[in-house]
């Protein structure tokens, strides 16, 4: 293949996926301000006009700041590869360590990160602080949203460093095959972060407590022997701090399994509309959509590694996306690594039906089990009550749900538990 072919491509693959992206955004807008006059007739006798404009309103303001972060991330994009900026970052970070060696490598990964959190901190900002606060969902300070950035900052740095470095290493060091062995570390990296996790990295960001509500904790544990399940504990997040959404989860695997409920969800559902969401939530641990979920990923990283092996070589891989570099060197290696993930999502975006598809189905079978262990209509409630109060729209574009969302829409969603 020549540069201009594969820069062809990519530039035709770009086009497409913004037509589509922008054209599904405006079709989702259009949709949502049309119905949003009238409550749904399923939905009427329980969520008011106010709370379904409210909802409206807030999913169209999240979608035109989605637009604009996908123009913001496209120049960038652009800027990155055709606009040279790769190119004089790989120019500075030669500087700092002229032999192209590690120092090089890992200089020109902090600075395209460097630049990537530049552009898109005012999105971050707006979202926080004028977004979610104008419809009365934040309750983050600023002093907490800097130690939040301070935090992750320093992890990225304690954990991502180390990180890449091994990977450029195994890159070097392991000759043709490297991609199966950076596959095999970045899969076990990956598992030791999902056992670590919930101990060692969650409570840096937030608080967890015991669930201290006698009679709840007994319907939960009774739930649980139920279901067969075995956790390390059930306990309560202050999520209240940063948001008033509500959400329950269990995170870890093995002997490291907890059960999480944040606080602004025990504070709006009943016990037994909390032991249905929790009884959803044990549906995706019945079904093993977890472990499908790693597999798949698993198997599409592996995938996506031997193609970069493939291309790692090529000089009009480099050159077709504006970059002249040495590829057997250190520094080469890298831009390889930053080039691929720059360019990988744009050729991969037609595949985001299929894993909303996955992820949906995956929703309307935790739905089932939820709905075998516990009331449907228990769960029905306690979603009605969310989708209410997390000011989520119950009138959605079916092309544009299709396309992205990883929960069914609400009207099928209920109209699949009414079954039960």
């Known amino acids: ?92 970070s030669m500087q700092i360590d002229p032999a192209s060696g590690y120092l090089a490598a890992l200089a020109l990964f902090a600075c395209v990160a460097l ?33 939040d950035l301070l935090k992750q900052g320093l992890l990225t740095i304690l954990i991502g460093a180390p990180l890449l470095l091994a990977v450029l290493w195994l890159m070097t060091v392991m000759g043709e095959y490297w991609w199966l062995y950076v596959w095999l570390f970045w899969l076990v990296f990956n598992l030791l972060v999902l056992l670590l996790y919930p101990t060692l990295i ?57 059960i999480v409920f944040f606080d602004t969800l025990l504070a709006r559902l009943s016990p037994p509309e909390i032991d249905a969401v929790l009884a959803h939530e044990l549906g995706h641990f019945k079904h093993r959509h977890v472990w499908q979920r790693i597999i798949l990923l698993a198997a599409l990283s592996l995938a996506f590694l031997w193609l970069l092996g493939l291309l790692i070589g090529q000089p009009w891989f480099y050159a077709g996306l504006g970059v002249s570099i040495a590829a057997q060197t250190t520094q080469g290696i890298a831009m390889a690594l930053i080039l691929f993930s720059l360019v990988l999502p744009i050729f991969t975006f037609p595949l985001t039906p299929l894993m ?23 769960l029905i409630n306690a979603l009605v009550k969310l989708y209410r109060d997390n000011a989520a729209t119950l009138t959605p574009d079916s092309l544009h749900s299709l396309f992205y969302d990883s929960h069914p829409p609400a009207s099928l969603r209920i109209a699949h538990l009414l079954k039960y």
């Open 356 to 378: 909303s598809h996955i992820s949906r189905r995956h929703e309307y079978q935790a739905d089932t089990y939820a709905a075998s262990q516990t009331q449907a209509a228990d």
């Open 202 to 258: 969650a409570p840096l960001f937030n608080k967890f407590t015991p669930l201290d509500n006698p009679e709840l904790k007994a319907r939960i544990e009774a739930l649980l022997a139920r279901c067969g399940f075995r956790s390390s504990g059930l306990f309560v997040m202050d999520g209240s701090k940063r948001s008033a959404h509500g959400n329950a989860y269990f995170t870890g695997f093995g002997a490291a399994k907890r």
């Open 1 to 92: 293949m020549t540069p201009q072919l594969f820069s062809l491509a990519f530039l035709l693959a770009l086009i497409v996926s913004l037509v589509l992206r922008v054209w599904l955004a405006l079709r989702h807008l259009r949709h949502i301000q049309a119905h949003r006059s009238a409550v749904p007739a399923e939905f009427g006798a329980h969520i008011e006009l106010a709370a379904h404009q409210k909802a409206a309103d807030y999913t169209c303001a999240k979608t035109h700041l989605g637009l604009a972060e996908l123009a913001a991330s496209t120049v960038l994009l652009l800027a990155f590869t055709y606009g040279g900026l790769l190119k004089n970052a790989a120019a500075w």
């Open 115 to 147: 630049i990537g959190f530049i552009v898109d901190l005012p999105f971050g900002l707006y979202r926080t602080f004028v977004l979610e606060a104008r419809y009365g969902f934040n309750q983050m300070s600023w002093q907490l949203f800097l130690g």
